[in-house]
């Protein structure tokens, strides 16, 4: 079954900190993969996603994610948090008709 | 980039009500999309992919005749609570997939009292 672990629900690190969230995915073929943020009471913006090619993804507002294959992630990596990059992040897999959401993860950042 | 633009942002209605909720792809023609329903601090779940044309396709355990899906258009496709309760208190978002990933709408929070 198609399927994706987001397995920290809640992480809290001090601005500045390096993050990293993670991602496995559980999908029958190559996938599609993406990942979102989520400000409270807001629609979903997209920070990165990976179709093919180099498995290191960079994105939006300084993120980057690297995919694995043997290891079926796609985590998630900032190298400096910033007061503002608190919010609601989700990773999605899914071919091209439809996605498939992990369970989300709330970033909280302390001053 | 590809805006999906949905409306309202938030409503408040009765019970027994029916609410209609938008989404129009603003620069692009979306040919299908998506509607989730996202509860309070969890992921958002598929209820439906409309598609222009045709009849939508309702994920399991989702009621076709309370969640009513029209694609009118290449470029609106609107999403209508029926006799709304309670219970269908959420967040409602859309989205319709483009050839560089997907693109959500800001989401509708909807509360019934």
């Known amino acids: 079954a198609q399927s994706v672990t987001q397995p920290d629900i809640h992480i809290t690190v001090s601005e500045g900190a390096s993050l990293e969230l993670r991602c496995n995915y559980s999908?029958?073929?190559?996938?599609?993969l993406f990942w979102y943020v989520q400000s409270p009471g807001q629609g979903l913006q997209l920070l990165l996603k990976y179709f093919s090619g180099d498995t290191l993804v960079q994105g939006i507002k300084g993120f980057e994610a690297e995919f694995k294959r043997s290891q079926s992630s796609f985590n998630l990596r900032k190298p400096s948090v910033h007061w503002s990059d608190a919010a609601e992040y989700f990773c999605a897999v899914g071919p091209s008709d439809k996605l498939i959401f992990g369970t989300g993860t709330r970033l909280q950042v302390f001053p | 980039g590809a805006v999906v633009s949905q409306h309202p942002s938030w409503v408040i209605c009765k019970s027994g009500t029916s609410v209609k909720i938008e989404c129009r792809s603003l620069d692009f023609q979306a040919t299908t999309m998506f509607w989730y329903r996202q509860f309070p601090k969890q992921s958002l779940m598929l209820m439906a992919t409309s598609n222009e044309g045709s009849k939508a396709t309702y994920e399991q355990g989702v009621e076709k005749d309370k969640f009513l899906i029209n694609h009118a258009s290449l470029t609106l496709s609107t999403l209508t609570v029926t006799s709304a309760h309670p219970e269908d208190s959420s967040f409602y978002i859309c989205?319709?997939?483009?050839?560089?990933?997907?693109?959500f709408g800001s989401g509708t929070r909807l509360t019934v009292v």
């Open positions: 989205s319709a997939p483009g050839t560089n990933g997907y693109t």
């Open positions: 999908y029958g073929a190559t996938p599609y």
